[in-house]
Nanobody
């Protein structure tokens, strides 16, 4: 069974930082990309970025470039989303997902999803 489990998010002040983790199991970690997405109330789910399989690179949506960074630990089959300079508009439920990573990856490119974790940025 494929499983992706995000770490607990939290409440952060604007300008602060937060790191989320995504623990994976049930699939060959090296063969799949893992992406991060987010969904704010009343809005569609949007891509944050993704890290490709076999250390072949990562891609970021414009909302994340220069502030968010994705990395992974192959031995622990865990992917991280490090977020800096957080803004109130970054408030959303953040999801990790297993799938295919491209420069314009969309939710439809991902097969299995975590349950999501709430990140709230206060002004």
């Amino acid at each position: 069974e494929v499983r992706l489990v995000e770490s607990v998010g939290g409440l952060v002040q604007a300008g602060g930082s937060l790191r989320l983790s995504c623990a994976t199991s049930g699939f060959t970690f090296d063969d799949w990309a893992v992406g991060w997405f987010r969904q704010a109330p009343g809005k569609e789910r949007e891509a944050v970025g993704c890290i490709a399989s076999r250390d072949s690179g990562s891609y970021y949506a414009d909302i994340a470039k220069g502030r968010f960074f994705i990395s992974k630990n192959n031995a622990q089959k865990t992917v991280y989303l490090q977020m800096f300079s957080l803004k109130p508009e970054d408030t959303a439920v953040y999801y990790c997902a297993q799938g295919s990573c491209f420069s314009n990856s969309r939710p439809a490119d991902f097969l299995s999803w975590g349950q999501g974790t709430q990140v709230t940025v206060s002004s």
